[in-house]
């Protein structure tokens, strides 16, 4: 059985860094592309970033690139969003999910997995 599991999220000011954490088990970690996904409330579900099965691809929103950075350590099978220069419209849920392909893609089809999610909220 497939498990995601987020943490890092929190309250911050507009300019401010945090670093989201996604553990992943229950599937071969490093065979599959990971991404990240937001909510925010009365909106649809957006792409944020992914990254390959073997890390060594990324591909970024348009709204996050040069601000947000996604990594992985498939020793540990976690997986993670670092964000800087956080805006009040990056507020929303965030989620991990694991797609059923290695290389990096923002459809949200793909993806078969998902954590709980994890709350950000950036304050102005």
């Known amino acids: 059985q497939v498990q995601l599991v987020e943490s890092g999220g929190g309250l911050v000011q507009a300019g401010d860094s945090l670093r989201l954490s996604c553990a992943a088990s229950g599937r071969t970690f490093s065979r599959y592309a990971m991404g990240w996904f937001r909510q925010a409330p009365g909106k649809e579900r957006e792409f944020v970033a992914s990254i390959s099965g073997s890390g060594y691809t990324t591909y970024y929103a348009d709204s996050v690139k040069g601000r947000f950075t996604i990594s992985r350590d498939n020793a540990k099978n976690l997986v993670y969003l670092q964000m800087n220069s956080l805006k009040p419209e990056d507020t929303a849920v965030y989620y991990c999910?694991?797609?059923?392909?290695?290389?990096?893609?923002?459809?949200?089809?793909?993806?078969?997995?998902w954590g709980q999610g994890t709350q950000v909220t950036v304050s102005s």
């Open positions: 999910a694991t797609s059923r392909i290695a290389t990096t893609s923002p459809n949200v089809s793909l993806y078969d997995y």
